[in-house]
Each structure stands twice: as structure tokens, then as C-alpha cells.
T-cell receptor, first 115, second 112 residues
Framework: SQTIHQWPATLVQPVGSPLSLECTVE??????LYWYRQAAGRGLQLLFY??????ISSEVPQNLSASRPQDRQFILSSKKLLLSDSGFYLC??????????????FGSGTRLTVV | LAKTTQPISMDSYEGQEVNITCSHN???????ITWYQQFPSQGPRFIIQ???TKVTNEVASLFIPADRKSSTLSLPRVSLSDTAVYYC?????????????FGSGTRLSIRP
């Protein structure tokens, strides 16, 4: 079965510090991978998506970057965090195929607080 | 990608049936309709997916009219634990489109 792992679950970082959030998927190959951010009480904002190794598309100009060094690994990074980077970050994956019930599967999320 | 419109919030009581409707007027031929449930500080969870007519699983039913320009998620006999945000998503089931964009969702509150 397919699983998605995202860590850490919570993170408190000072302004100006770097960030690295990691997401890995198991049980599938060549998935589409996504990073979302959700502010408190708000909807999901798509930040980045990737259709393959080294292929990253950015949806929102910002202080963040993403990388996909391996097929099932997706990393969200920042060189210098801003207060506005605080939020709930979610990784998700979807896969091509004839089984439409794959849908989109989300990780458990990382609560980032920049102080 | 088809834009979706849902009510911002809904209230109901335990034991009632709840119907949440989503409008998607520009749905494409190869688009499927998927509903997700999200609890605070958790990722959205897949509830149900359909293309047309009616789909039922152990937790919900999904009604899709012939023109597919809307869909209704039906939750039978809700309980307090059904309090969550529900998202309607319209996107190709298997896809050359790479990104998925969620709407604002419907915040469902269940009262005793």
C-alpha cells in the first residue's frame, strides 16, 4: 500500500533561520508531489508541485523553494525564514493510472511557527 | 482546472443527514469530483470520488446530476466527530494536469 511520511510534525524556528521540511512516499513510483500551506482557519494554498525528479513548478512567489532529489522525495526549504512563513505545511502525492481511487493523499502536516 | 463554489459554513445536529453542495459550472469531460475531510492540524482525508450519477461508500454518498455542474456530498446520521472542513475538488482522475487547487471548503459544525 502507498504511504506518505512528512516530518517534523511541529517546528519552532527564529526569524532568519533556514528551513528544511522533508516528505517521502512509499509504495508507488513516479508520483506527482505537492507542497501546500494552510494559514490558521484558512484554505489550502498550493506552493509547489513536481511531476518528476528535478522538475519543480512554483505557484506563488515567496521566500521558499522546493527540490526533488529522488523520485519519491520532496523537500521544502528556505534560506531565511520570515514571520509570514508560519503556517501548517502539507505534502501530498497523486499518481497516474487507471485506478481513479488513488485520489490525492496528504501527509500529516508540519506546524511551523516562526518567532 | 474547474473552479468550485461551496457554502462557507453549515450547522447541523447529531443524527441528522447533512448535504453539502458544490458548484462546478466549467467542469471538463475528463474531470472527476472528489471530496475531502479535514480535521484541525491534520491533512485532508479522501472521503469519496465520482464521475456521474451516484456513488456510495461506507461513510458517505455523492450525488452528481446529469449535467455534472454540481455535486452533493451526503453524510447520513452525522455525529459530533463529523465536525470538520469539507473540500470539493474537481480535477482529472488520471492526469496530464499536474496541479490541484482546493477551494475554501465548507466548515461543518455538528451540535449535540
Amino acid at each position: 500500500s502507498q504511504t506518505i511520511h512528512q516530518w517534523p510534525a511541529t517546528l519552532v524556528q527564529p526569524v532568519g533561520s533556514p528551513l528544511s521540511l522533508e516528505c517521502t512516499v512509499e509504495g508507488t513510483s513516479n508520483p506527482n508531489l505537492y507542497w501546500y500551506r494552510q494559514a490558521a482557519g484558512r484554505g489550502l494554498q498550493l506552493l509547489f508541485y513536481s511531476v518528476g525528479i528535478g522538475q519543480i513548478s512554483s505557484e506563488v512567489p515567496q521566500n521558499l523553494s522546493a527540490s526533488r532529489p529522488q523520485d519519491r522525495q520532496f523537500i521544502l526549504s528556505s534560506k531565511k525564514l520570515l514571520l509570514s512563513d508560519s503556517g501548517f505545511y502539507l505534502c501530498a502525492w497523486s499518481a497516474f493510472g487507471t485506478d481513479i481511487n488513488y485520489g490525492y493523499t496528504f501527509g500529516s502536516g508540519t506546524r511551523l511557527t516562526v518567532v | 482546472l474547474a473552479k468550485t463554489t461551496q457554502p462557507i459554513s453549515m450547522d447541523s445536529y447529531e443524527g441528522q443527514e447533512v448535504n453539502i453542495t458544490c458548484s462546478h459550472n466549467n467542469i471538463a469531460t475528463n474531470d472527476y469530483i472528489t471530496w475531502y475531510q479535514q480535521f484541525p492540524s491534520q491533512g485532508p482525508r479522501f472521503i469519496i470520488q465520482g464521475y456521474k450519477t451516484k456513488v456510495t461508500n461506507e461513510v458517505a454518498s455523492l450525488f452528481i446530476p446529469a449535467d455534472r455542474k454540481s455535486s452533493t456530498l451526503s453524510l447520513p446520521r452525522v455525529s459530533l466527530s463529523d465536525t470538520a472542513v469539507y473540500y470539493c475538488l474537481v480535477a482529472p482522475g488520471y492526469s496530464s494536469a499536474s496541479k490541484i487547487i482546493f477551494g475554501s471548503g465548507t466548515r461543518l459544525s455538528i451540535r449535540p
